[in-house]
């Protein structure tokens, strides 16, 4: 289980990498490993052209909750204060059949070509 949270979380980073390089933001967005070990990525569906976030995070928990795999995970950027400081963070919302559902937090710098993340 492992590999499979290692690939899912370079899958994500990679994913929001993109976002943030070309928007400086991103909506959130959901990725899973099937039972085939392909990873797959799911974003919400909206008409609207600014949707309301909580109900795109709604939407992605209730399909990645629902679909059948062996791990899945929603990102959403948020920020973090840590010491009075404030932080730009990706979150990270596991769903593993196994252990659950948990929280992991990446800080982020966007660089020029590239973003830093850290735990």
Same mark, same amino acid.
């Given at each position: 289980?492992?590999?499979?949270? &290692? /690939?899912?979380?370079? $899958?994500?980073?990679?994913?929001?990498?993109?976002? +943030? +390089?070309?928007?400086?933001?991103? =909506?959130?967005?959901?990725? =899973?490993?099937?039972?085939?070990?392909?990873?797959?990525?799911?974003?919400?569906?909206?008409?609207?052209?600014?949707?309301?976030?909580? &109900?795109?995070?709604?939407?992605?928990?209730? =399909? +990645?909750?629902?679909?059948?795999? /062996?791990?899945? $995970?929603?990102?959403?950027?948020? &920020?973090?204060?840590?010491?009075?400081?404030?932080?730009?963070? +990706?979150?990270?919302?596991?769903?593993?059949?196994?252990?659950?559902?948990? /929280?992991? =937090?990446? /800080?982020?710098?966007?660089?020029?070509?590239?973003?830093?993340?850290?735990?």
């Amino acid at each position: 289980m492992e590999e499979n949270m &290692s /690939k899912l979380i370079k $899958a994500i980073k990679d994913q929001a990498e993109l976002f +943030l +390089l070309d928007a400086a933001e991103f =909506y959130p967005f959901g990725t =899973y490993i099937n039972m085939q070990n392909e990873i797959v990525p799911v974003g919400p569906s909206s008409d609207n052209e600014h949707p309301d976030i909580s &109900s795109m995070i709604k939407q992605l928990e209730n =399909y +990645l909750r629902t679909v059948k795999h /062996k791990i899945a $995970a929603l990102a959403i950027e948020v &920020s973090i204060n840590e010491n009075d400081v404030k932080y730009d963070a +990706l979150e990270i919302r596991f769903y593993d059949p196994l252990n659950g559902y948990y /929280k992991q =937090y990446f /800080k982020y710098l966007i660089k020029d070509e590239h973003v830093d993340f850290a735990t």
